[in-house]
């Protein structure tokens, strides 16, 4: 018998690190659902994030060395890309996917 396929833990939050020159997103995969999502500038210079995926597109304001957002967004299943806007960050490798899975909660958790 083959064994039950895993089943992903639903984040308490998801927590994102833009430094030079990635982008450190934890968890990268979850299940579908609305969740706070902690941006944080770990890097030297500003950066700042953009969200584009099933829900629509986000970004944050910039942020300094040290900075943070807290954004809440609801993921639905599929894949979403990550990157920076500043400058050309995202061509020097400031660019990360993450991946949602499964069905959104029923809104009367249902
Ligand atoms: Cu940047």
């Known amino acids: 018998m083959p064994s039950p396929a895993p ?65 809440t967004l609801e993921f639905r299943p599929g894949e979403y890309l990550l990157w920076c806007p500043v400058g050309d960050h995202r061509d020097y490798g400031m660019v990360a996917y993450l991946t949602v899975v499964g069905e959104l909660p029923h809104p009367n958790g249902g």
């Open 7 to 71: 089943v992903l833990a639903r984040p308490t939050a998801v927590r994102i690190e833009l430094y030079e020159w990635s982008i450190g997103i934890e968890p990268s995969e979850f299940p579908a659902g609305r969740y706070p999502v902690e941006v944080v500038n770990a890097g030297q210079r500003v950066h700042s994030l953009a969200v584009s995926g099933p829900g629509g597109e986000v970004e944050t304001r910039r942020l300094r060395a040290g900075g943070s957002e807290l954004l």
